[in-house]
């Protein structure tokens, strides 16, 4: 999985302190303390008005399609399998399947087969658009996402879950990295990157892994 930044708001903080105090008349000066003041206090609206962008590759495009469920505060673009050739493609290996001799072969004779039929119908002039509905979720697909801060922070909530696909899990966290690897005002919404259980001190999810207590025993508590 690699990640790229095309793109980003340059600071932040003070653009979302800015939009704010603008609301409420207040004096400038205060910009950064005002945002981190909003964000805190869970007035997400503000965060709106700072984004990023980055090029999301060498993924898989089951990974995608789940990115694209996030839908509010993102525009998003994946790599088109109308023009590009796929039939070397390259794919996912999970880790339960890597550690298992047996199940490693069938995946990777699996993905061969499948190579091997796209080139086929290809040969047979079937154009593209139409060989690709027979390409894995577990190939490789790139994607450009744009992302507001507060779109960013809910991604965060969801996918950082234990509960959630080891692959996303990963993105998630090399995308925190990379924004943390930004310095300057980004470090602090690196640091707001967090599982929502981490945010609100209780878990949510009906199976819950036991790292925070339930929503019901926190209440109790």
């Known amino acids: 999985m690699k990640i790229e930044i095309l793109d980003y708001t340059e600071n932040p903080l003070t653009v979302i302190g800015d939009c704010a105090r603008r609301c409420w008349n207040s004096p400038k000066g205060r910009e950064e303390t005002i945002a981190k003041e909003c964000m805190e206090s869970g007035h997400g609206r503000v965060s709106e008005f700072a984004d990023i962008t980055i090029e999301l590759s060498k993924c898989s495009a089951r990974v995608i399609r789940e990115i694209y469920t996030h839908i509010v505060g993102t525009s998003r673009l994946q790599e088109s399998t109308r023009y590009v050739d796929m039939r070397s493609f390259d794919y996912i290996m999970p880790k339960s399947i ?20 796209y080139s086929k119908l290809l040969e047979l002039g079937i154009p593209k658009e139409d060989c690709a509905n027979i390409l894995p979720l577990g190939s490789h697909s790139k994607m450009i996402l744009k992302i507001n801060v507060r ?8 996918r950082l879950c234990t509960r959630a696909y080891w692959e996303i899990q990963d993105f998630v966290i090399l995308l925190k990295k990379k924004i943390y690897d930004l310095g300057g005002e980004w470090r602090y919404i690196s640091h707001l990157m967090q599982p929502k259980c981490e945010y609100t001190g209780y878990c949510k999810e009906k ?13 109790k508590a």
């Open 98 to 117: 890597e550690k298992n001799t047996d199940a490693w072969e069938v995946y990777v004779d699996t993905m061969s087969d499948i190579r091997r039929a």
């Open 151 to 158: 779109a960013l922070y809910h991604l965060a909530h969801e």
């Open 207 to 219: 199976h819950s892994c036991g790292r925070y207590p339930r929503r019901e025993e926190y209440v």
